[in-house]
């Protein structure tokens, strides 16, 4: 259907109340009972009435309904059928406005409608419009509970171990788990998924001597906590949340402006995850720590800021309901893994969420200011402040305003006295010039010096001023409470020029018998209590939604696979018991993530080799049963750390920062110093985490690698196989130079002549943590002497060695 | 997303090779013998031609995408009354005053087609051309409209067109990318312009080319080796691949590992076909000449993006844009205007012509347009400002009919009045030259059905053959 007022609605609600009139002449009354009722009831109401259904938000059962219209704007305009709605419609001229839309009326009927509209409409049905024309909801809760997420958290009787509850379901449906993995790959797995770089030969032969010393369990327990305590833990678990909450440092739309601020949340989810926050607390600081005095927790608020934004969009209102759907988004499906924006036009296809579940929702962030900064015009029409930060923030905000202010105010004075000046001296030289009397000349010259007195004040006050600049304030991005909390009308379809009731704020309905529902108090916003209640431990989500994403993370897939939508159209979880113990022990041991973790890959199923196993697979080629650990990619960041490390190239130091915020406060797009630093931002070897990640502008390396899509919520990447891979690895820059330098730490540094296969062993040993068979160094000895000289022909092998689908994958 | 059985394939382009390469002709297993259950494992190329809804017209797309705006009443929507009202003032629109465009237009074909004398060349395609007059965008910002002619949305991040013609029917030569966009502008939206957001990444497109630069000088990334040549770099591939066939073995019925050594084995081709089919100067000279190739300036270099298309829909690719720009001609309006549609005028017709002569204009949807029109009322004398509510794209080949004009604006050209044509109907019909249905072509993403045209888009019928 064409929309042919695209959305925008034309109706005045005061001027079509100051129509209805009480008293209706009786002839046109019996000519509205006789002709026109019994059309509308029998044409009209089955699609467009309060009892029925109300289509395109119209409401053809009362008078004032009638006049309000619907998405498209009244339907008709008293005394001007010429110009109403319901006439085009009927009269079927415009082919996207055609009503009824099976059958055309009579000709008669169409000539009674437009005389009623020519008499003025008159009408004397009531039954009110405005809270009526809120579309009826057809959500049914008690039914909607069923769905398995509503259940509480409830851990298998009896189950003191995972492994417990992943074996009983593979006995269930008939599979036998296969065998645990050798040492060689156990440990690049541990490395890989506990960090995100891989083992050094040194590390992977002490984590063998444990084995053989401790055993498999004693060794990998140790291995395990020692990594979970590394710092680039929070760089591999954090890049993974990152991802979830759309993390970028730009707008990312038609207009690219700079978040140069964004990266201290990048930061604060980093630190949070090696300091193993309370996942509980690390929900509640993301979505309500500006409540707290800790900047930390404000800091974490950059969460609801840094999504993208429509910043060229003209309308605030429709900005702002934009950025309030983007939040709900953020949230519901982060926290909760909950779709709830799909109910932002109607009630939600598939869950027990009703439209106006949503606008509850919408009125909270409503009252809530989103600071993220951005720098206003070239087309941003939308910029706001951002957080001050730090030390006595506010204060150092306050000192540095009024510095700018008077720096502004002394520079605009140092202007006009130069201007001036320059006058003046203009003028005196002419004077000069023209050989005026000496009297004319000295007066002038007279002024002349008061002038330059004056504009050298001007430059003593600039310069005292700057002498004694405030220090520059720190800024993050987040949001805070607007002053007076404010409810949101429900829009119908989504458009805030339609206007239905006010819905009060607070928490979908569907939950209330599970949790109950906080109540939010006049004067508040209701944001504390959202995250209060999502950091609950009765929220039969929250918990679930967490401890399938890192279960996700280490075996591959979700036990939930749509791991960012639990609701009725996500798919089934394939062993509910596990995603219950998992969630349970997740909060019993007080939301720890590294518990978790440690918990998991302690664990058989963790451990299991990816090997084949024919019947197996006849019953669950997927693995959904986990009789198996899947066979994984390394994502984006892994291939390019490793290959650095591999290279002797990785600066494992944290990046100070982001090269965003050199490059200021800016559109991205226009800027060609930007670009630049962007350039030089991506050459830099610190670990991919800290690369600047420009919505939009992405490194490729990263892109190429199938890196979240940053305007998006992603729980789970993509994983391709595409040739622009192959021919990143065949033929980029970044892997030549880089297998150079692998092939010269594979040679050594200390002098020491290697033969051929030495070398050969030293590249397996270095990129794939084993040793090669006899065959495999026959075919590379092959390859090397391929080329003339044997140089090349190690860098040559040292690139296919980083090429290879073992040391893409891990098994 | 959907698997086709070999037998339902439909499209007249398939062979059995086609059709065997969907389902796995793998290194691993004979595909064919395997159980039900391992096929849904079996690798299975996402990028392999796939069967449309229902048999297409056209079986590839070049869009020739004009940024800025170009000027409707100047070029091709002929607007008689318009002249006869110059400098009369247009109420509710600041009191400003239609201006006549500046150039005549003259009936062309024996269809008759009304088009600008700035498009001699084209004109002489009148027959083939189907003249949209009756487009319509929802905004007059350039960044907004330009991104929903691309994904249908301004408001969220959406797949483009081109990502979702290649969703829908695969490529025909796996050994190229499947939709291609020449020198696409880096601002308006840039990449989101022709990427996937949530399909699958090997649907988006393969950018060449920087906006405003000749492609003359340019390639693809990453497709040429500076160290190694030919020989050497097949031995790296072939110790590369056994290594990976051992770890296949090693895994069995690994579709993800086959997927490697497939990737490698494309790339090593596409390093062989890519640079050929870029290379220009393959062509005869009278061809590059036709093309206006070595006339220089902006003539040769979107030639030179027409005969590259041209070059890639024969080889198979399935989508191609083209960009030229900028149309937005606020000032300077007479200068601009022709030296733009100078610019175009030759190589578009070159395009037509030379599509044709290889047959290949009938299964080739040729499109050509911008984010909107341009004002037949102006606030300066020589320029005309942005106009949304009415403007001008035409069509060729690919099944639609020629030499006839679709839509209408007002007297004035202000607004589209009949068979308006919003961009979901335009994506919508294009789809349907695929044969691909608009509402059948879905991506499940967050929990709900995706499509190009959301809830919106009717198929422009009355343009179909």
Redesign the interface.
Known sequence: MKSFAAGFCLFCFAFSSALADPKIPQGQLDFFEKKIRPVLVENCYSCHSKDEKIKGGLRLDSKDATLMGGDTGPAIEPGEPGSSLLVEAIEWGNDDLQMPPKHKLKPNEIADLKRWIQMGAPDPRTGGSKAGTVTKSEIDYEKGREHWIYQPVKKPAGAKKLDEVVLAKLKAEGLEPVGIAEPEKLVRRLYFDLIGLPPSPPQANAFFADVKKLGREKAVAKLTDQLLNSPHFGERWGRHWLDVVRYAESNGMERNFLYPKAWKYRDYVIASFNNDKPFDQFAKEQIAGDFTNSDEAKIATGFLAIGPKMLNERDKEVFGYEVIDEQIDATSRAFLGLTVSCARCHDHKFDAISQADYYKLAGIFRSTTTHFGTKAGGGNRQASTLMAVGENAEKKAAAWKEYNQKLAQANKVAKQRQGKVNGTKKRLAALKKQKKPPAQISKMEAEMAELTKEMKASNNRIDFLKKNRPPVPDYAMGVTDREKPVDSPLLIRGNPETKAEVVPRGIPAVFEPVTGLPKIAPDASGRLELANWIADGKNPLTARVMANRIWTHLLGDGIVPTVDNFGESGQAPSNVELLDFLAASFMESGWSVKNLIREIVTSDAYQRSSGHHEKNYEIDPDNRFVWRQSLRRLDAESIRDSILTFAGELDPSPRDGSVVDQMGDRNFGRDKKATELLRKGIGTTHRSVYLPIIRNATPTGLKIFDFAESSLIVGKRNETNVPSQALFMMNSGFITNNSKKIAERVCGTDGKVRKQNELIWRGFQLVLGRSPSEEETARAAQLIASHENPDDGLITFCQALISSAEFRYLN | MKTHECSQIYSPGLTRRDCLSGVSAGFGYAAFSA?A??Q??AYQNPLAPKSPHFPGTAKRVIFACMRGGPSHVDTFDFKPQLAKNDGKTVKGKGNRKLKKSPWGFKKHGESGLPISALFPQLAKHADDLCLLNGMYA?TP????A??QLHTGS??F?RPSLGAWSLYGLGTENENLPGFITLAPP???????NYGS??L???YQG?KIGDYGQSVKETGI????????DK???R??????Q???R???E?????S??E??????E???R??AEMPDVMNLNDEPKKIQEMYGIGKGGKVDSFGRQCLMARRFAEAGVRFIELSHGSWDQHNGLSKNLTANCRSVDQPLAALLADLKQRDMLKDTLVIWGGEFGRTPHVKRDDGRDHNATGFSFWMAGGGVKGGMRYGATDENGIAAVE??T?F??FHATILHTLGLDHEKLTY?Y???DFRLTD??G?VMRDILI
Do not use: W
């Open positions: 159980l259950a391992q849904a494992q929802n910002a350039h960044p907004q330009f991104v301004f408001q991040v880096d601002r308006v939206g840039g990449a989101q957001a949530f699958p990444a090997l393969t990334a990453n497709l040429k080796n500076n160290r190694l020989k050497q770099q031995a790296q591939l072939d110790f590369l056994s290594m990976n051992d770890m296949l090693q895994q069995q019925k690994s993800r590992i997927g490697v050594i497939e990737s490698y494309l790339a090593f596409m390093q068979n308006r919003s979901h109907d499940r967050a929990g709900r809830v919106h009717e």
